[in-house]
C-alpha cells in the first residue's frame, strides 16, 4: 500500500507534520513527535483503525485517499502443481 498522508494534507493547505498534530490533537488523538514524524515521512507498519477515523475526519477525506494499493508489488499466484506430475525428487 502507499502512504498518501503528506499529499492529502497538503492538497488541504497542511504543510507541517507540527501542524496536522496539532489538528489531530484537537479531535482526541494525541501523537508523539517521534509517531507524527513516521507518519508524515513513511508509510506506517500499522495504524488503528479509530486512529485511521480521526485522520480521516481532520482531513476530511476518504481511506482511499490515504491508502493507494499497489497490486505491482503483491507477487501472482503460484500455478498449481499438476495431479499426474510426481513432486520433485520423488521416484528418483
Keep these: 500500500m502507499k ?8 492538497q488541504r493547505g497542511i ?4 501542524d496536522l498534530q496539532r489538528r489531530f490533537a484537537e479531535h482526541g488523538l494525541v501523537i508523539s513527535a517521534g509517531k507524527m514524524s513516521g507518519l508524515w515521512s513513511k508509510t506506517p ?19 482511499g485517499e490515504l491508502l493507494e494499493p499497489e497490486v505491482q508489488r503483491v507477487p501472482a499466484p503460484r500455478a498449481p502443481e499438476s495431479a499426474h506430475e510426481a513432486p520433485a525428487g520423488v521416484g528418483e
Design 3 to 10: 502512504w498518501n498522508l503528506r499529499l492529502v494534507a497538503a
Design 45 to 63: 507498519a500499522s495504524l488503528k483503525l479509530d486512529d485511521l477515523d480521526v485522520i480521516c475526519r481532520v482531513l476530511g477525506c476518504e481511506v
Design 15 to 18: 504543510w507541517k507534520a507540527t
